[in-house]
C-alpha cells in the first residue's frame, strides 16, 4: 500500500497515509523514510480513538503520518502541532 502511495504522488497524486511507526521493516526503510515520502510526522504519543468525543481507546503501537506530494511545508505547518515534522530538502 505504501508504494502505491509512492508510486501515485510520482505520477502527481497528493496522499497523506496513517501507519504503524515500524521503520525498522521494509516498508517503512523504503516508503515511508525520506527519499520516499516528501515529510513524515512523528505524532506525539498513542494516537486515541473512541466515538462521540470520548477518546478512550489508545492505539497499541506508534504512529507516522507520512506526506507524499508537492507541499510539504504546508503538511508541516498543519501537522507540527502533532508531533515532530521532517520535511525532504528540496535539493
Not at 462521540?52 to 502541532?81: C, D, I, L, M, W
Amino acid at each position: 500500500w505504501l508504494r502505491k502511495c509512492h508510486v501515485e504522488a510520482q505520477l502527481g497524486a497528493e496522499v497523506i497515509a496513517l501507519v504503524p511507526a515500524r521503520l525498522d521493516s521494509y516498508a517503512g526503510q523504503e516508503y515511508i523514510l525520506p527519499p520516499a515520502s516528501s515529510a513524515v510526522c512523528f505524532w506525539r504519543g498513542r494516537l486515541m480513538f473512541g466515538l462521540a468525543g470520548k477518546q478512550t481507546n489508545p492505539a497499541p503501537f506508534p504512529v507516522v503520518v507520512p506526506y507524499y506530494g508537492p507541499r510539504p511545508r504546508k503538511f508541516a505547518e498543519v501537522f507540527e502541532s502533532h508531533g515532530r515534522v521532517w520535511v525532504r530538502d528540496s535539493k
